[in-house]
């Protein structure tokens, strides 16, 4: 088991982060495996990716101590270890913004070598290896969309995501409040169609309030574009996920 303290300096920073970094060699699918499997603690109860670190909490991670932070044999090299160069504007669980220098490949093809952006955010990201390239896709990561910008803009789109952070992480705070109300209402013998009821209205009143908030985000975020960048983000998001890299033929081979 490995047992550590939150310092005065991580007081406030999300607990999964604090795990990612502390497991440095772990694939982050294994770190949130253990937070499904229940064997991160905070002050002896269960740790909870989204929640926040105060200091002087208790973690404990249950697990081999050697492998969980010695660096196993035939770690990967090269491309997927390389040193990251692009920029981020916003990180969390479910998103990453970054700003791509000119000239770096966004994904491997045809006369492209040495690491490309793909390469770069697999390695942020800790992808595991038996994540086939293919998973992380231009289409799918459409970071050009961001080549170009000028500071003030960077700037801007940080302040966007700054401003919504505490609106969101109260909406999902009452998410969570909310699901576990409708957990408990359904849970007792026998179940009340009226608290049942008003426990799934509020869910729904919460998933409303978070559309409305990326809608809030994103047209922050459209207002600091250019109208080419505006249009250029546009074609990105909608790109069928199905056409192939440049280099690759769609033609099946024979």
Same mark, same amino acid.
């Given at each position: 088991m490995i047992e550590l303290t939150v310092s005065a300096d991580a007081a406030g920073q999300r607990l999964d982060k604090y795990v990612r970094r502390a497991l440095r060699d772990v694939p982050l699918s294994h770190v949130y495996k253990m937070f499904r499997t229940r064997k991160i603690r905070v002050n002896g109860l269960r740790g909870r990716a989204e929640q926040l670190l105060a200091d002087g909490d208790k973690i404990a991670i249950r697990g081999d101590e050697e492998r969980l932070l010695v660096p196993a044999e035939g770690t990967v090299k090269g491309p997927r270890a390389a040193r990251r160069t692009f920029g981020i504007l916003h990180e969390d669980e479910h998103l990453l913004v970054v700003d791509k220098p000119a000239g770096l490949a966004a994904h491997p093809g045809s006369g492209i070598e040495g690491a490309t952006l793909v390469d770069e955010v697999r390695a942020h990201l800790r992808v595991p290896a038996d994540l086939p390239p293919g998973s992380l896709r231009e289409?799918?990561?459409?970071?050009?969309?961001?080549?170009?910008?000028?500071?003030?803009?960077?700037?801007?789109?940080?302040?966007?995501?700054?401003?919504?952070?505490? =609106?969101?992480? !109260?909406?999902?705070?009452?998410?969570?409040? #909310? &699901?576990? +109300?409708?957990? /408990?209402? *359904? @849970? $007792?013998?026998?179940?009340?169609?009226? =608290?049942?009821? !008003?426990?799934?209205?509020?869910?729904?009143? #919460? &998933?409303? +309030?978070?559309? /409305?908030? *990326? @809608? $809030?985000?994103?047209?922050?975020?459209?207002?600091v574009l250019t109208p080419a960048q505006q249009a250029k983000l546009a074609g990105c998001l909608e790109a069928p996920k199905d056409v192939p890299p440049p280099g690759e033929s769609s033609e099946p081979e024979e």
């Amino acid at each position: 088991m490995i047992e550590l303290t939150v310092s005065a300096d991580a007081a406030g920073q999300r607990l999964d982060k604090y795990v990612r970094r502390a497991l440095r060699d772990v694939p982050l699918s294994h770190v949130y495996k253990m937070f499904r499997t229940r064997k991160i603690r905070v002050n002896g109860l269960r740790g909870r990716a989204e929640q926040l670190l105060a200091d002087g909490d208790k973690i404990a991670i249950r697990g081999d101590e050697e492998r969980l932070l010695v660096p196993a044999e035939g770690t990967v090299k090269g491309p997927r270890a390389a040193r990251r160069t692009f920029g981020i504007l916003h990180e969390d669980e479910h998103l990453l913004v970054v700003d791509k220098p000119a000239g770096l490949a966004a994904h491997p093809g045809s006369g492209i070598e040495g690491a490309t952006l793909v390469d770069e955010v697999r390695a942020h990201l800790r992808v595991p290896a038996d994540l086939p390239p293919g998973s992380l896709r231009e289409s799918d990561l459409p970071p050009e969309t961001l080549a170009g910008l000028t500071d003030a803009q960077k700037g801007d789109i940080r302040a966007v995501f700054e401003a919504a952070k505490p =609106e969101a992480e !109260a909406l999902h705070a009452a998410f969570e409040a #909310d &699901r576990a +109300a409708m957990k /408990a209402a *359904l @849970e $007792k013998t026998p179940p009340d169609p009226c =608290e049942v009821g !008003a426990a799934a209205l509020k869910l729904k009143g #919460d &998933r409303e +309030a978070r559309r /409305a908030l *990326l @809608e $809030k985000v994103r047209t922050g975020v459209l207002a600091v574009l250019t109208p080419a960048q505006q249009a250029k983000l546009a074609g990105c998001l909608e790109a069928p996920k199905d056409v192939p890299p440049p280099g690759e033929s769609s033609e099946p081979e024979e």
